[in-house]
């Protein structure tokens, strides 16, 4: 079955500083991927998503390329502010094209905090 | 555009008695997904409805969980009888085209 491998948290980083989270996937096809944001005490909020190989996913100075040959989707910022501090999860959709009808996988969530 | 709403926020429980939530979509919005937030994971889905009917509910634990959606709009999770390992965070999520709006969740406590 699908499944979303993220990166052990959680992350500390100071403001400004550069941030990587890592991100794996195992899935039959060609699945969408999708970077998920959850500020304390709110819902989950779609940050990014890519629908095929090589797309990059972009928004907030966040970024993330679907890699199919290391089936990874790592999430980067250049600078990160204290306002980024949130958990983010990596998912992947089973319907190609990133319809809201495909079964959504998410990895377990990195927890981000960035102190000023 | 209001946002998807749940309620309640925080309920707490003793186990073997029976909880029930309550989920708004947003207007128009024909999907609607129950998922399962377990501390420390991601969301699990429970199961999803295309307007009235269910679409999957394969991850759903039958024998106490039950949901409905009746008229295609509000939605409502029941759980009867609780256990400890039902402690968790109940999202609910509604969808029109590409992509889910998230409300915030009922954080459910089962002591």
């Known amino acids: 079955g699908n499944s979303v491998t993220q990166m052990e948290g959680p992350v500390t980083l100071s403001e400004e500083a550069f941030l990587t989270i890592n991100c794996t996937y195992t899935?039959?096809?060609?699945?969408?991927l999708f970077w998920y944001v959850q500020y304390p005490g709110e819902g989950l909020q779609l940050l990014l998503k890519?629908?095929?190989?090589?797309d990059k996913g972009s928004n907030k100075g966040f970024e993330a390329t679907y890699r199919k040959e290391t089936t990874s989707f790592h999430l980067e910022k250049g600078s990160v502010q204290v306002s980024d501090s949130a958990v983010y999860f990596c998912a992947l959709s089973d319907s190609a094209g990133g319809t809201s009808y495909g079964k959504l996988t998410f990895g377990q969530g990195t927890i981000l905090t960035v102190h000023p | 555009e209001a946002g998807v709403a749940q309620s309640p926020r925080y309920k707490i429980i003793e186990k073997r008695q029976s909880v029930a939530f309550w989920c708004n979509p947003i207007s128009g919005h024909a999907t609607l997904y129950w998922y399962q937030q377990i501390l420390g994971q991601g969301p699990k889905l429970l199961i999803q409805f295309q307007n009235n009917g269910v679409v999957d509910d394969s991850q759903l634990p039958k024998d106490r969980f039950s949901a409905e959606r009746l008229k295609g709009v509000d939605s409502t999770l029941k759980i009867q009888p609780a256990k400890l390992e039902d402690s968790a965070v109940y999202l609910c999520?509604?969808?029109?085209?590409?992509?889910?709006?998230f409300g915030s969740g009922t954080r459910l406590t089962v002591v």
């Open positions: 899935a039959t096809g060609y699945p969408s």
């Open positions: 999520a509604s969808s029109l085209g590409p992509g889910r709006t």
């Open positions: 890519a629908t095929k190989a090589d």
